[in-house]
Nanobody
Framework: QVQLAESGGGLVQTGHSLRLSCAAS????????RGWFRRAPGKEREFVAA????????YYGDSVTGRFTISRDVARDTVYLQMNDLKPEDTAVYYC??????????????????????WGQGTQVTVSA
């Protein structure tokens, strides 16, 4: 199992930025990719972004493309989510997750929450109007 710990959430105004971090420990070499999902009150869990461990390829949900950037620090086993131009609809709990090695990759795989095996506790992001 991979243990994940998110940090960096908070309260910001519309148009401002935040950077989330996801530090990993444990059996990290069993992870094929790292993803970010979010859940707003009363809504389904939504894919935000993912990054491949093998080649650093990145994937984004439609609602965040062009505003959010996922990146990684391989030496620190940490993944980041830079969130710019935040909007009230970005308000949610953001979760980091680790995707195990499997027969799938890319869209149709990394954007599906049920394919992830390890999850962090989540960090709250609130964007005021």
């Amino acid at each position: 199992q991979v243990q994940l710990a998110e940090s960096g959430g908070g309260l910001v105004q519309t148009g401002h930025s935040l950077r989330l971090s996801c530090a990993a420990s444990g059996r990290i070499f069993n992870s094929n990719a790292r993803g970010w999902f979010r859940r707003a009150p009363g809504k389904e869990r939504e894919f935000v972004a993912a990054i491949s461990r093998r080649d650093g390829a990145t994937y984004y949900g439609d609602s965040v493309t062009g505003r959010f950037t996922i990146s990684r620090d391989v030496a620190r086993d940490t993944v980041y989510l830079q969130m710019n131009d935040l909007k009230p609809e970005d308000t949610a709990v953001y979760y980091c997750a680790a995707h195990p090695f499997s027969g799938c990759s890319g869209y149709g795989c990394y954007d599906i929450w049920s394919k992830y095996s390890s999850w962090g506790q989540g960090t709250q992001v609130t964007v005021s109007a």
